[in-house]
């Protein structure tokens, strides 16, 4: 129900753009991203709302990363700038209970992950 691409190695400074398409079911909920590295806990990284309209970012990627998401559409995009090796990570992607969502926010619906590694 939810697909996550887009993952590879890059180097640090680079860019990388994620991917996550999910079910037309997911049209009028919040979709976020997740990250998790070894040995660490889940970390939130980004959600928008269902019309693309509001998003939040995690402290840690704010100003570098985006969160896209076309009106009512299901699919959604992460472009990651000036990665650091920090961000090295499987990252996931997730539909929320509701339209809005955030950090806090029940995340009901998963994804598989993809992977991102950046190379110092």
């Known amino acids: 129900q939810l697909q996550a691409s887009g993952g590879g190695l890059v180097q640090a400074g680079g860019s990388l753009r994620l991917s996550c398409v999910g079910s037309?079911?997911?049209?009028?909920?919040?979709m976020g991203w997740f990250r998790q590295a070894p040995g660490k806990e889940r970390e939130f990284v980004a959600a928008?709302?269902?019309?693309?309209?509001?998003?939040n970012y995690g402290d840690s990627v704010r100003g570098r990363f985006t969160i896209s998401r076309a009106y009512g559409q299901t699919t959604m995009y992460l472009q990651m700038n000036s990665l650091t090796p920090e961000d090295t990570a499987v990252y996931y992607c997730?539909?929320?209970?509701?339209?809005?969502?955030?950090?806090?926010?029940?995340?009901?619906?998963w994804g598989q992950g993809t992977q991102v590694t950046v190379s110092s």
């Open positions: 997730a539909a929320g209970r509701s339209s809005f969502g955030g950090r806090n926010s029940p995340w009901d619906y």
């Open positions: 928008i709302s269902w019309n693309g309209g509001s998003t």
């Open positions: 037309r079911r997911f049209s009028n909920n919040a």
